[in-house]
């Protein structure tokens, strides 16, 4: 329906249930992740010492995905019950948060989600815990992540 160098927007009426539903993806990429070739490599692999956890920046990634999804926890319980879902998950470019629901308060929830995401404040407690779930994370799940930058 409508496509323009950052944006791309479909539109299908559901003709079968003719139930009132909708699915919203929005990418954030950030641009330091593909500035050049030695940029995504750095992003993928230089062990980031902020914090002196010495985790690779593909983790950091991941644990803001983390941090972001826990600290929505009980909020997204309630929307799940209202029939609204999301995923706030990681790309090798940035970020992706995908909403599904009923259309008339899909934008509620993506609202809540970018401003949590803007606005994140980490406990100290929920950071040990998220970050121990990230490290948890398979050899082979870090292969199949590697290969499909490659």
């Known amino acids: 329906m409508y496509k323009s160098p950052r944006t791309t927007l479909w539109h299908k009426k559901d003709d079968q249930f003719w139930v009132p539903k909708a699915r919203v ?7 330091v ?12 692999y230089v062990d980031n ?3 002196g956890l010495g985790l690779p920046a593909e983790y950091w990634y ?3 995905a983390e941090l972001v999804t826990d600290a929505l926890n009980e909020y997204s319980y309630d929307a799940d ?3 609204l879902t999301y995923l706030f998950e990681v790309s090798c470019l940035g970020f992706f ?4 629901g009923y259309n008339d308060k899909l934008h509620v929830l993506l609202r809540d989600v970018l401003v949590k995401a803007k606005d994140l404040e980490v406990r100290a407690d ?5 970050i121990e779930e990230v490290n948890d994370v398979s050899p082979d799940t870090r292969l199949m992540s590697l290969t499909f930058i490659a």
């Open 25 to 31: 993806i929005v990418e954030m990429r950030t641009p």
């Open 33 to 44: 992740a593909i500035d050049s070739p030695a940029a995504s490599v750095l992003t993928q």
């Open 49 to 51: 010492m902020v914090l």
């Open 62 to 64: 991941r644990l803001y």
């Open 81 to 83: 019950l209202a029939g």
């Open 97 to 100: 948060v995908t909403i599904t």
């Open 126 to 130: 929920r950071l040990a815990v998220m």
